[in-house]
């Protein structure tokens, strides 16, 4: 064959490489959402959704609809959003949340009725008779109005009720009530949504720490009292100059051992700026244990990341120096992170078999007679 003809098959070669290539580096959404994914594997896959750009974006409106099959208020339901003032209420937010959610074939976790913080202070001076019908009511209205409305399904009852050295958190709850606020809090809001999971959630409680075995201490202790606690919640605020909880999945799996289901409710992983494709790599690998620790995890339901877009996200505002903690940069292009957790979810069992079937080849007849044929 002349040397020319090599040289045309080469460049045939680099063609159908290059062809093969762009195929690869195709947005992994153009093969499905994350929601798809996640539901071909059971699991959830949410965000914290904020009212003003769910209101006000088109592309913000859009992402949330297609790619996340449950949502989070990130701040719609908290106490100071939904009973300012004491016994009146508002729902412009928590409705705006919960309608948006039906309208787009999605559930909706209630966060969060009982934590120290966004908690007005009508409600922090009460004395301790006072404050727990105050936290009585608050639930009972805010899980009740929603407790006949098939998109609420779940909610964080109590929130953060650690310090960061495991001990209950001397908030107001706590230093007026004592820790009988808690126990109260689930039955209040059991008693208003018989049908709604239970959750308690906190931060920091991803690996195996004393934080989380005093959650897991108080969790056991709480069931063998019959208080209504279904799931556990690791927010699962991470950075990436603080490495990862190697031992998620098996700290997820304790808590399973005791018969509730966990979840993933805040994930986000920031860095310090500024940003570098490295960072990302980093990140993305982060986003991908996470997933891979919650697909590994059967009493894990799924996995909340807390905002989407880098545009919106609580990070820049509280740890100055650090940002770009979500999936997708501030113009809503997707981030390697995205696609870590596009492929995490992908790969997961179908419930329907979707794999084409393969072609016949062509028979070849031999031993031809009048009456028949051997192919
Ligand atoms: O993301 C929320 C931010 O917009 C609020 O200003 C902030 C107020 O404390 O709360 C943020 O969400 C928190 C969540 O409700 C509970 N866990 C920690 C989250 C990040 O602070």
Redesign the pocket.
């Known amino acids: 064959m002349p040397s020319s003809k090599w040289r045309s098959l080469a460049v045939v070669c680099a063609v159908a490489s290059a062809a093969a290539s762009v195929l690869i580096a195709t947005p992994a959404h153009a093969d499905g959402t994350l929601r798809g994914h996640a539901v071909e594997r059971g699991k959830f896959i949410g965000a914290?959704i904020?009212t003003t750009p769910l209101a006000n974006e088109t592309a913000y409106r859009n992402i949330a609809s297609t790619e996340f099959n449950q949502i989070t208020a990130?701040?719609a339901m908290?106490w100071e959003s939904t009973e300012p003032n004491d016994n009146q209420y508002t729902f412009t937010g928590a409705d705006q949340i919960v309608n948006f959610a039906t309208q787009n074939n999605q559930q909706v976790h209630g966060?969060?009725l009982v934590w120290h913080?966004?908690t007005p202070g009508w409600v922090q001076g009460l004395n301790a008779t006072n404050m727990r019908a105050a936290m009585n009511e608050h639930i009972a209205t805010v899980v009740g109005r929603y407790a006949n409305n098939a998109t609420v399904v779940s909610w964080d009852v109590v929130?953060?009720v650690f310090d960061d050295n495991g001990n209950m958190r001397q908030s107001f709850w706590f230093n007026t009530l004592g820790q009988s606020y808690i126990a109260d809090a689930f039955r209040a809001a059991r008693a208003a949504d018989p049908n709604a999971r239970l959750c308690i959630n906190d931060?920091n409680v991803e690996g195996i720490n004393a934080k989380s075995t005093a959650m897991f201490n108080l969790v056991q202790s709480l069931r063998a009292q019959n208080v209504p606690v279904d799931c556990v919640g690791f927010?699962g605020?991470l950075a990436i100059q603080f490495g990862f909880p190697n031992d998620i999945q098996q700290n997820m799996q304790r808590f399973a051992n005791l018969g509730v289901q966990v979840r993933v409710t805040?994930l986000d992983v920031r860095m310090q700026t500024p940003r570098t494709a490295a960072k990302d790599t980093t990140q993305a690998q982060y986003y991908t244990n996470v997933i891979n620790a919650c697909n590994a995890v059967t009493a894990c339901a799924g996995v909340t990341i807390?905002g989407f877009t880098d545009k919106y996200s609580?990070v820049p505002?509280?740890f100055s120096g650090e940002g770009f903690a979500l999936i997708y940069d501030n113009n809503y292009a997707v981030k390697p992170a995205y696609t870590a957790v596009h492929n995490a979810l992908d790969g997961g069992t179908p419930t329907n078999d979707t794999t084409p079937p393969t072609t016949p080849g062509t028979p070849t007849a031999s031993a031809i007679t009048s009456t028949g044929a051997t192919l």
Request: no cysteine; charged share 25%; net charge negative.
């Open positions: 914290a904020a990130e701040n908290k966060h969060t913080s966004q929130n953060e931060y927010q605020h805040e807390w609580w505002d509280t």
